[in-house]
């Protein structure tokens, strides 16, 4: 069975940090794309970031580039998202999806429903 389980999220002021973790079951980390999308309140779903699960290269969206860093663990098969200088505007579910590296991935895919595995998401709330 595949699962993707988030963690990390919560309430924290401006300008805090967060990690997100991301733990993998199921399937082969290290061949897949693994991605963090998030949605905020009445918008819709935001790439975010992606870390190519071989390779390790990373890619990251304008909006959080310089802020928010990418990580894995191949051996925990765990994938992280480091948030600092949080702002409001960040506040949303953030869920992890991942793509097989010889499937449909495409930079900015942003609809989760197009990745072939998902999880339920973790709340982060910016707020003073």
């Known amino acids: 069975e595949v699962q993707l389980v988030e963690s990390g999220g919560g309430l924290v002021q401006p300008g805090g940090s967060l990690r997100l973790s991301c733990a993998v079951s199921g399937f082969t980390f290290g061949s897949y794309f693994m991605v963090w999308v998030r949605q905020a309140p009445g918008k819709g779903p935001e790439w975010v970031s992606t870390i190519n699960g071989a390779s390790g290269r990373t890619d990251y969206a304008d909006s959080v580039k310089g802020r928010f860093t990418i990580s894995r663990d191949n051996a925990k098969n765990t994938v992280y998202l480091q948030i600092n200088s949080l702002k409001p505007e960040d506040t949303a579910v953030y869920y992890c999806?991942?793509?097989?590296?010889?499937?449909?991935?495409?930079?900015?895919?942003?609809?989760?429903?197009?990745?072939?595995?998902w999880g339920q998401g973790t709340q982060v709330t910016v707020s003073s």
């Open positions: 999806a991942a793509d097989h590296l010889g499937g449909s991935y495409y930079s900015g895919k942003n609809s989760l429903q197009e990745y072939d595995y």
